[in-house]
T-cell receptor, first 112, second 116 residues
Framework: DTEVTQTPKHLVMGMTNKKSLKCEQH?????MYWYKQKAKKPPELMFV???????INESVPSRFSPECPNSSLLNLHLHALQPEDSALYLC???????????FGQGTRLTVV | QQQVKQSPQSLIVQKGGISIINCAYE??????FPWYQQFPGKGPALLIA?????SEKKEGRFTISFNKSAKQFSLHIMDSQPGDSATYFC???????????????FGKGTKLSVKP
């Protein structure tokens, strides 16, 4: 099973809302990632968790807060977002030494 | 040094033809080169990947050619079909063992349209 599951698939939120994106994988991978993808652009790395510890934070604004409760789950907490944060948010997983990375279907986020 | 350059930006191919997408990299430390296929509104799907110790890898209609000395690699789609119409991203990374996690460096993508 090479599936990464993301929920919800679509999310519309106001600029004062707090919401969370969820990601789950059961491939035994110990590295999980959050990417942001704008239209017609490649995915941009936001965060990397390796063995449940945050190992990379690509200077992402604090209104995005990642959390890795266990080796299978990854959350992205959202608060006070801006309209320009509207994008497809992708979760991915791989083994920590860098090999095949598998992406979820993404959450289409719209900030109004 | 971290950049991966991908061309062309868009490509139109007739059904049954060969689609060719090229990528070039600068960082000689990269040692893993995957290709991803992405349909609109979906996440990227791993298509095929190669390591620099081989010059070619084939999986079905998809072939990666790798030229280590030129720091270039390409994706060939044989007998292209309308269902192959998607955006293709090349990527590169350096594997880490027992250390900090590496991450994928993506090319800018190629939008492929296969005409019936």
């Amino acid at each position: 099973d090479t599936e990464v599951t993301q929920t919800p698939k679509h999310l519309v939120m106001g600029m004062t809302n707090k919401k969370s994106l969820k990601c789950e994988q059961h491939m035994g991978h110990r590295a999980m990632y959050w990417y942001k993808q704008k239209a017609k652009k490649p995915p941009e790395l936001m965060f990397v968790y390796s063995y449940e510890k945050l190992s990379i934070n690509e200077s992402v604004p604090s209104r995005f807060s990642p959390e890795c409760p266990n080796s299978s789950l990854l959350n992205l907490h959202l608060h006070a977002l801006q309209p320009e944060d509207s994008a497809l948010y992708l979760c991915a997983s791989s083994q920590p030494w860098g090999s095949e990375a598998f992406f979820g279907q993404g959450t289409r986020l719209t900030v109004v | 040094q971290q950049q991966v350059k991908q061309s062309p930006q868009s490509l139109i191919v007739q059904k049954g033809g060969i689609s060719i997408i090229n990528c070039a990299y600068e960082n000689t430390a990269f040692d893993y080169f995957p290709w991803y296929q992405q349909f609109p509104g979906k996440g990227p799907a791993l298509l095929i990947a190669i390591r620099p110790d081989v010059s070619e890898k084939k999986e079905g209609r998809f072939t990666i050619s790798f030229n280590k000395s030129a720091k270039q690699f390409s994706l060939h789609i044989m007998d292209s079909q309308p269902g192959d119409s998607a955006t293709y991203f090349c990527a590169a990374t350096k594997r880490h063992y027992g250390g900090s996690q590496g991450n994928l460096i993506f090319g800018k993508g190629t939008k492929l349209s296969v005409k019936p």
